[in-house]
Nanobody
């Protein structure tokens, strides 16, 4: 079992940056694949990025590739999402998620543990 709590959301302007954090409980944090998803009003929850064990190559949605960076600090039980060059279409609730799958598909149904989410609003 792992419990997740996101932080770092807020209201920013187009082109600004934000860093989201996700603090995880549990002694086996390093064994989970960690992901970030987002959900805008009226839309399905969509994959943003994921990172696996130490040394694995992160995966990104095409819409954020080159702008967002996912990273993790296993010593701090924390995963981060650095978001640069933010656009209005990045506005959503961002969720941290964990799965025991080592190569999950970019689908929210692959993840069994979720945080409550943090709101990111990008104003033009």
């Amino acid at each position: 079992q792992v419990q997740l709590e996101e932080s770092g959301g807020g209201l920013v302007q187009v082109g600004d940056s934000l860093r989201l954090s996700c603090a995880a409980s549990g002694r086996t944090f390093s064994s989970y694949t960690m992901g970030w998803f987002r959900q805008a009003p009226g839309k399905e929850r969509e994959f943003v990025a994921r990172t696996g064990w130490l040394g694995t190559i992160p995966n990104y949605a095409d819409s954020v590739k080159g702008r967002f960076t996912i990273s993790r600090d296993n010593a701090k039980n924390t995963v981060y999402l650095q978001m640069n060059s933010l656009k209005p279409e990045d506005t959503a609730v961002y969720y941290c998620a964990a799965t025991v799958r080592t190569a999950p598909r970019p689908d929210f149904r692959e993840y069994g543990f979720w945080g409550r989410g943090t709101q990111v609003t990008v104003s033009s």
